[in-house]
């Protein structure tokens, strides 16, 4: 988990959570990731890292891709079957959204904000698991 404050947006803090996922297990995984996360950078770099992934092209681009021509080369490979199981991860943002304290972010300081996600987070998953 990596706290960010409200207004910055997800993509940058991708990179810092791959790395620590990386130093946490060696196990190969999917990313499936909305179309915020539908930049060129971000793809060249999970290609350079060999992780598989599900994004949807943003519309600008499949338009400035096409406009392009045969030079805009083809476009990214992506399963509509395997993205729907996204949902899973907007359930989770959903149920941690239940904790009033998380929701409406009352903590005044990052690292009380971030301990109650992390108690959030731990209480969902064990109610999930019994």
């Known amino acids: 988990m990596i706290l960010t404050p409200g207004q910055s947006g997800d993509n940058p803090q991708l990179v810092p959570l791959l790395d620590a996922h990386a130093r946490q297990s060696t196990a190969?995984?999917?990313l499936l990731a909305d179309k915020a996360y539908s930049h060129p950078s971000t793809r060249r770099?999970?290609?350079?890292?060999?992780?598989?992934n599900t994004i949807p092209e943003r519309s600008d681009q499949i338009k400035r891709r096409?406009?392009?021509?045969s030079a805009g080369g083809r476009p990214p490979a992506f399963d509509p079957l395997?993205?729907?199981?996204?949902n899973v991860v907007e359930r989770g943002y959903n149920r941690l959204k239940q904790w009033r304290g998380i929701a409406t972010r009352y903590?005044?300081?990052a690292l009380t904000y971030g301990g109650g996600v992390l108690?959030?987070?731990?209480?969902?998953?064990?109610?999930?698991?019994h």
Do not use: C, H, S
Request: glycine share 2%; charged share 45%; no cysteine.
């Open 82 to 86: 395997v993205y729907r199981d996204r």
């Open 45 to 52: 770099r999970l290609r350079e890292r060999r992780i598989p």
């Open 66 to 69: 096409k406009d392009q021509g």
């Open 107 to 109: 903590d005044k300081y």
């Open 28 to 30: 190969r995984f999917r």
């Open 119 to 129: 108690l959030a987070a731990i209480v969902i998953t064990a109610r999930v698991r």
